[in-house]
């Protein structure tokens, strides 16, 4: 329950093709050791570099009433891979290309 899903915005998708990093949200309380054994026993990949960015909860206005909450905390992971591998995602699901 490490890997929430994939991140898929145009900046993440660039990091992809240029550079053949993936971006994922992740569990919050897990760390970067953790990241990347799941990576790797999941799709049989080698992972090379991973950078974790904590996001903290936004204040949101919950109905027109003056009352307040805020959005979960979360933690994304941007993971490298070897050079000859890589990850296709498809509408959130994963799979792996050799």
Do not use: C
């Not at 949200?25 to 050791?33: A, G, I, Q, R």
């Not at 990347?36 to 990949?45: G, H, V």
Request: no cysteine.
């Amino acid at each position: 329950n490490v890997i929430s899903k994939p991140v898929i915005t145009p900046k993440a998708i660039k990091l992809q093709e240029k550079h053949n990093k993936y971006t994922f949200m992740v569990n919050k309380n897990v760390n970067k050791n953790q990241i990347k054994y799941a990576l790797e026993t999941l799709f049989k990949i080698k992972v090379t570099k991973i950078q974790t960015l904590n996001y903290i909860g936004k204040k949101k206005r919950k109905n027109i009433s003056s009352k307040f909450g805020y959005t979960n905390d979360w933690k994304k992971a941007i993971v490298k891979l070897k050079r000859d591998q890589k990850i296709t995602i498809d509408n959130n699901e994963l799979t792996l290309i050799r």
